[in-house]
């Protein structure tokens, strides 16, 4: 399962790195440190938080998180997969974005809740690369 740092959380929930850690210190979610002793919070955890971050009200604690050429970077909150077809919700700061496309396409990014990811838009469609 990935990790991610204080700093990367912070970009990937649109606020400062003094933010979250102060929300680390908080216990509104859970670090470990690596070797190096950096703090370090597991995917699924912060995609779980990411989730009740953007479902807070307008307003809270930081400004709204704003996307340059239509691009959301983020991080997967859900995977669901048909036969065919696939659901992928990614949180982008306050930002719920859902695509849906095939279950290769899905299977070949190997995507999963937890890991970064950037949604890209444009017109009506949604596209997602990995990152």
Do not use: C
Request: aromatic content about 4%.
């Amino acid at each position: 399962m990935q990790s991610y740092t204080i700093g990367q959380a912070a970009r990937l929930l649109g606020v400062s790195p003094d933010t979250a850690r102060r929300w680390a210190d908080a216990g509104r979610f859970t670090t470990h440190r690596d070797e190096n002793g950096r703090r370090l919070i597991d995917g699924r955890d912060l995609a779980a938080f990411s989730v009740e971050v953007g479902q807070g009200s307008p307003g809270d604690e930081e400004e709204p998180y704003t996307s340059a050429r239509n691009a959301f970077p983020g991080i997967v909150t859900a995977v669901k997969l048909g036969d065919i077809a696939a659901q992928v919700e990614i949180q982008a700061g306050p930002h719920r974005l859902v695509s849906l496309l095939t279950r290769e396409a899905v299977e070949e990014l190997g995507l999963e809740v937890g890991m970064q990811a950037t949604a890209r838009v444009k017109s009506t469609s949604v596209h997602i690369d990995r990152t």
